[in-house]
């Protein structure tokens, strides 16, 4: 079992920064595909960024060059630094972490609201 604890919310206006952590305990050992998506009102959930235990990175084409996904081994711990922000990235922000065979797990998700 994984549990994954996330802060870094708030409220910001457009063109502003925030980053979003998100910090795993317990068998982190299965995991190694580390995720951020996001679900706005009367949308379907959608991934932003993910990265793995061989740093790979992969961004939906809305967040390039704005979002950047790391991680911290040590503190089992990853980040979505969201910069130069836009209404529309206004959503409930989780994080997932997933490993093989059938280890999936959430976040209980965090609120960015970013006003025009």
């Known amino acids: 079992q994984v549990d994954l604890v996330e802060s870094g919310g708030g409220l910001v206006q457009a063109g502003g920064s925030l980053r979003l952590s998100c910090a795993a305990s317990?068998?982190?050992?299965?995991?190694?595909?580390m995720a951020w998506y996001r679900q706005a009102p009367g949308k379907q959930r959608e991934l932003v960024a993910s990265t793995t235990t061989g740093s790979s990175t992969n961004y939906a084409d809305s967040v390039k060059g704005r979002f950047t996904i790391s991680r911290d081994v040590l503190k089992n711990t990853w980040y979505l630094q969201m910069n130069s922000l836009k209404p529309e990235d206004t959503a409930v922000y989780y994080c997932?972490?997933?490993?093989?065979?059938?280890?999936?797990?959430w976040g209980q998700g965090t609120q960015v609201t970013v006003s025009s």
């Open positions: 317990g068998s982190t050992f299965n995991i190694n595909v």
């Open positions: 997932n972490a997933r490993g093989p065979p059938f280890h999936d797990y």
